[in-house]
């Protein structure tokens, strides 16, 4: 048996592209986790270029975007950080994490109002997260809304986690309330 060229090029073609993109993966794979490597160990410029390979090789790598934003976020690269969170959630928008984590960024930006709006996504993602809950009461009590700051304060503790004692006695103090 013999094969006709054309048939022959189709078949070594597929193979080529099946292999190639195989190879294409593999490369992803090791440049993200180097990524995850050197930020590990502190390396936030390295693990950064690590993620950035990542992500050229796939464009859709959301583990990649949003971990080359914890790298940003580490170095103080804030705006940074958002656009990479902002991709990540482009692509995969349920992931409360990536939500919570961005909503850190615009805390430290002191944009509450935006914090606020990440964390409250985060927990209609993910309602029984009482770190969100108690990132957002803080974002409450800076904004002095004293009453919504007490009901997620109320829901830290209904899931079972201990309110930070400087929130409650800075609370209590300011809405001149006890509970």
């Known amino acids: 048996m013999f094969f006709k060229p054309r048939g022959l090029l189709i078949a070594l073609l597929a193979l080529f592209l099946i292999i190639g993109n195989g190879y294409a993966q593999n490369l992803e794979e090791e440049a993200f986790n ?7 160990k502190g ?5 950064i270029e690590e993620f950035t ?3 050229e090789k796939n464009p859709k790598n959301v583990p990649a975007y949003y971990n080359r934003g914890l790298a ?4 103080g690269k804030l705006n940074k950080a958002i656009l990479d969170y902002d991709k990540a ?3 995969n928008p349920r992931d409360a994490e990536i939500y919570y984590n961005r909503g850190i960024a615009y805390y430290y930006q002191d944009n509450l109002d935006q914090a606020i709006s990440d964390w409250s996504k985060a927990i209609e993602i993910s309602p029984d997260a009482p ?6 009461a803080f974002a409450y009590f800076k904004e002095e809304e004293y009453d919504k700051c007490w009901q997620d304060v109320h829901k ?16 209590k103090k300011f809405s001149g309330r006890e509970r």
């Open 34 to 40: 180097r990524g995850m490597n050197y930020t590990s």
């Open 43 to 47: 390396m936030y410029d390295e693990a």
């Open 53 to 55: 390979k990542a992500i």
């Open 72 to 75: 940003y976020h580490k170095k």
């Open 89 to 91: 959630i482009e692509i």
């Open 131 to 136: 770190a969100i809950y108690q990132k957002r």
């Open 156 to 171: 830290v503790e209904e899931l079972g986690y201990r309110v930070e004692d400087k929130l409650l006695e800075d609370l």
